[in-house]
């Protein structure tokens, strides 16, 4: 690699190299801005350091990074390409890039990992994803040709030691992802890097047995697959059912941004995006407690299970008691980011999203406020560009 930049990094803000959407960063630019690879300490020097705590929901996965406070804020970035977003069930991967030479110290008495490798990325650890096989909470990776641990900062508590300042494939999401509602974090444009194979997928419309249009759902191995049809007879005209159809689109289902601390400590995303649907409409039919395929279930709550795979780590599903007056009537929130909507990855002809009023922002602003704040305004200002007006409707 092209070597890194000798001098100590500024403790004042630093302003970040801009790129459009069409550039490409230079590999410096992209191991400054992403790798943090202008955090260097002098051989002879013995900095002061702080240390900081991560733990997935369920406590089995449990690590620290001891870090030099001379190198702090760290950057932070998002990725959202197809291997990030589809395994992790949301609009992508939320990444801490540890500085070289500084890596996690595991915790817990013992080392319980599940690891998922995506065929064909070839040696070491690039398309290795490591995750909590208990609640299926992502830990992060070891880029080998970078010599350097990507942490999941959404797992840490306060305080904060990183900044969003970049995000990574910013095109495969089709339609912009995540990147549509965040223009700036904390005044700051996010530092965009593309690459030759940074393009949306192709997918087509399906088809189910009625003719009618079907969504698919889909993991990133494959191990839990199903589709979504549009709102039928059978929804609209039950009482109960009928409350989860967008209030604007009898053809759509209500979504939202949710950033409860749970979903966070479980996706290991600072916000997850959510859509509701029946779970008897589902194709196949999901079974009641959500196992069929390759997943896996958790309780993180006495009235809440979670369904993620348990082979590459996705989201997939939320079956709360709140939204299930009978067997036949459960409503299931299913990850948006696992959705493989022709239209992109936040499947506007689908859903309609809840951009006036998210789910549990008071509880993530006790957590990262700047970034938080960033997403709510970005996420109200789209829909009012875009739609006329930021709705705000009942999930529950």
């Known amino acids: 690699m092209p070597g890194t930049t000798t001098t100590n990094p500024p403790q004042e803000e630093e302003e970040l190299p801009k790129k459009n959407n ?171 890097v593309s690459m030759d194979h940074d393009f949306a997928p192709d997918y087509e419309a399906e088809v189910g047995a009625d003719g009618g249009e079907r969504l698919r759902a889909e993991c990133k191995c494959g191990g839990v697959s199903f589709t979504i049809p549009r709102p039928g007879e059978k929804v609209k005209g039950d009482a ?37 649907v029946p779970r008897t409409v589902l194709e196949p039919e999901v079974p009641p407690d959500l196992r069929f395929g390759t997943v896996k279930t958790y309780k993180s709550s006495e009235d809440v299970t979670r369904g993620f795979c348990g082979v590459c780590g996705a989201t997939v599903f939320i079956k709360c008691k709140d939204r299930s007056p009978t067997e036949e009537t459960e409503v299931l929130n299913i990850a948006v980011g696992i959705l493989r909507a022709p239209e992109g990855a936040k499947a506007e002809n689908w859903v309609t999203w809840r951009a006036g009023n998210p789910e549990w922002v008071e509880d993530a602003m006790d957590y990262d406020p700047e970034f938080v704040e960033a997403v709510v305004d970005g996420h109200r200002e789209w829909a009012i560009e875009k739609y006329g007006e930021a709705l705000d409707f009942d999930v529950m």
């Open 240 to 276: 109960y059912l009928r409350r989860y159809v967008s209030p604007t689109d009898p053809g759509k289902w209500k979504a939202f941004l949710d950033f409860c601390r749970d979903c966070r400590l479980v996706s290991s995303a600072h916000g997850v995006p959510w859509v509701l």
């Open 22 to 192: 069409n550039e490409t960063m230079t590999t410096l630019d992209t191991l400054v801005v992403f790798y943090n690879r202008d955090k260097v300490i002098e051989s002879d020097e013995s900095p002061e350091t702080e240390t900081f705590a991560a733990r997935c929901h369920c406590g089995n996965v449990n690590f620290t990074v001891t870090l030099p406070t001379s190198y702090l804020p760290l950057n932070a970035y998002i990725c959202s390409c197809t291997l990030c977003r589809y395994t992790h069930g949301t609009f992508g991967s939320y990444h801490v890039s540890l500085p070289q030479g500084v890596a996690p110290e595991w915790t817990s008495n013992t080392l319980n990992l599940s690891v998922y490798k995506t065929p064909g990325s070839g040696a070491g650890g690039h398309g290795q994803r490591i995750f909590c096989p208990t609640c299926g909470a992502h830990n992060g990776h070891y880029e080998a040709w970078a010599g350097q641990w990507i942490i999941e900062p959404s797992l840490f508590d306060a305080p904060i030691f990183w900044r969003f300042r970049g995000i990574g494939f910013p095109n495969s999401a089709g339609d912009g992802g995540v990147l549509s509602w965040l223009p700036e974090v904390g005044g700051r444009k996010l530092t965009q």
